[in-house]
């Protein structure tokens, strides 16, 4: 029996960082490549470009809006010809992944510098590939980056509803390893959980119901507080290790169901996952304290806690059963690593006590 847990070289946050790059000293007159996103290339670059330059040769980028093998081939391409050091991924999730693999194929350090805090991939090794029809085609692990650079005054700029996404994905983080490091279930990275990542879940969680409401108010104020810096670190750090190798479970299979529903394709992966949070608490029976206190907090932060709330205001049982069936028959989806048999019935079940909780508070 192993217990592994995986963890990025470097991680740095903090207000108006990415104008040194942290302070990283080794990349001190390297060859380095900014694979950044639309609104990067707008302000950010522009911003930060003259400071750039007296530390390293930089050339920059425009992604393309989706992680797929067309495109990470065509930065491929464009990274080997310049035999760069460092290839710097700027962007959301998709940014970042298209990024890591291609670091990963040259052998070349890599940075993660997110943009917004909308999900806990940036401090991971895990990347999803998309077809270019927008269907998952590959998903796997290269390597977690030699640095993540986080500049909170950059994510207290974005929309509030990155950060407060943020926070849906990463309430799932405690709920996730305590199931499986209870049960026995492997971590996303493949060992069993360390107590020092069933720690950091734990801060991950109390964070988000200490500091959530204050982090969401100074995001949409553009402030830095505490409270921001504090939700930022739970969203990216505390998170990405705590799914990595703490493990996935119900909350992050549920939201695999959701996605199957083309009512919130215009949902974020968090607001989904906080939604199959509630509903695993019920699948789980978990504590009726418990329950009540995650319900406070997603109405704090303004997550979703009904169905309507994600796009799913008229769905039909059928229409759930059908979209749980494929996930449910997928033997590899994290939804099963719970110590009971699961069926559709419960599931859906689950989602609608999560759903009529939630109405019920609102009324
Ligand atoms: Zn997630």
Same mark, same amino acid.
């Given at each position: 029996?192993?217990?592994?847990? $995986?963890?990025?070289?470097?991680?740095?946050?903090?207000?108006?960082?990415?104008?040194?790059?942290?302070?990283?000293?080794?990349?001190?007159?390297?060859?380095?490549?900014?694979?950044?996103?639309?609104?990067?290339?707008?302000?950010?670059?522009?911003?930060?470009?003259?400071?750039?330059?007296?530390?390293?040769?930089?050339?920059?980028?425009?992604?393309?809006?989706?992680?797929?093998?067309?495109?990470?081939?065509?930065?491929?391409?464009?990274?080997?010809?310049?035999?760069?050091?460092?290839?710097?991924?700027?962007?959301?999730?998709?940014?970042?992944?298209?990024?890591?693999?291609?670091?990963?194929?040259?052998?070349?350090?890599?940075?993660?510098?997110?943009?917004?805090?909308?999900?806990?991939?940036?401090?991971? /090794?895990?990347?999803?590939?998309?077809?270019?029809?927008?269907?998952?085609?590959?998903?796997?692990?290269?390597?977690?980056?030699?640095?993540?650079?986080?500049?909170?005054? $950059?994510?207290?700029?974005?929309?509030?509803?990155?950060?407060?996404?943020?926070?849906?994905?990463?309430?799932?983080?405690?709920?996730?390893?305590?199931?499986?490091?209870?049960?026995?279930?492997?971590?996303?990275?493949?060992?069993?959980?360390?107590?020092?990542?069933?720690?950091?879940?734990?801060?991950?969680?109390?964070?988000?119901?200490?500091?959530?409401?204050?982090?969401?108010? /100074?995001?949409?104020?553009?402030?830095?507080?505490?409270?921001?810096?504090? $939700?930022?670190?739970?969203?990216?750090?505390?998170?990405?290790?705590?799914?990595? /190798?703490?493990? @996935?479970?119900?909350?992050?299979?549920?939201?695999?169901?959701?996605?199957?529903?083309?009512?919130?394709?215009?949902?974020?992966?968090?607001?989904?996952?906080?939604?199959?949070?509630?509903?695993?608490?019920?699948?789980?029976?978990?504590?009726?304290?418990?329950?009540?206190?995650?319900?406070?907090?997603?109405?704090?932060?303004? @997550?979703?806690?009904?169905?309507?709330?994600?796009?799913?205001?008229?769905?039909?049982?059928?229409?759930?059963?059908?979209?749980?069936?494929?996930?449910?028959?997928?033997?590899?989806?994290?939804?099963?690593?719970?110590?009971?048999?699961?069926?559709?019935?419960?599931?859906?079940?689950?989602?609608?006590?999560?759903?009529?909780?939630?109405?019920?508070? /609102?009324?």
């Amino acid at each position: 029996m192993i217990r592994k847990a $995986v963890f990025p070289g470097c991680y740095l946050q903090g207000k108006d960082i990415l104008r040194n790059f942290g302070g990283i000293d080794a990349l001190e007159k390297k060859k380095v490549f900014i694979l950044a996103t639309h609104t990067a290339m707008k302000k950010i670059i522009p911003e930060n470009l003259p400071f750039w330059k007296k530390i390293c040769d930089i050339t920059y980028e425009e992604f393309n809006g989706a992680c797929t093998w067309d495109e990470i081939n065509r930065v491929l391409e464009i990274a080997r010809e310049g035999a760069y050091d460092f290839i710097v991924g700027m962007g959301g999730g998709k940014t970042i992944d298209t990024a890591r693999v291609v670091a990963g194929q040259l052998g070349v350090k890599y940075i993660a510098a997110p943009t917004i805090a909308a999900t806990d991939a940036p401090t991971a /090794s895990a990347c999803v590939v998309y077809s270019n029809e927008g269907s998952v085609v590959d998903y796997f692990s290269t390597r977690n980056p030699d640095y993540v650079i986080v500049d909170t005054k $950059v994510i207290a700029e974005a929309p509030v509803r990155f950060l407060v996404s943020g926070m849906g994905d990463a309430l799932a983080t405690w709920f996730e390893a305590e199931t499986c490091d209870r049960s026995w279930f492997r971590n996303v990275c493949g060992g069993f959980n360390l107590r020092a990542i069933m720690a950091l879940a734990h801060v991950c969680y109390e964070t988000l119901l200490t500091y959530g409401k204050a982090a969401r108010i /100074s995001c949409e104020n553009n402030l830095v507080s505490p409270a921001l810096e504090y $939700v930022v670190e739970a969203n990216t750090l505390l998170s990405g290790l705590g799914f990595e /190798s703490g493990g @996935l479970s119900t909350a992050h299979g549920i939201h695999d169901c959701l996605c199957n529903l083309e009512g919130t394709h215009a949902y974020y992966h968090g607001e989904k996952v906080a939604f199959g949070t509630l509903a695993g608490l019920f699948l789980e029976a978990r504590p009726q304290a418990l329950i009540d206190e995650v319900y406070a907090f997603c109405r704090s932060v303004e @997550l979703p806690t009904s169905l309507a709330q994600i796009g799913l205001e008229s769905v039909t049982d059928q229409e759930l059963e059908a979209a749980v069936f494929p996930v449910l028959q997928n033997k590899q989806s994290y939804l099963h690593n719970v110590r009971f048999d699961l069926t559709s019935e419960g599931i859906i079940e689950a989602l609608r006590m999560a759903d009529a909780m939630g109405r019920d508070l /609102s009324e």
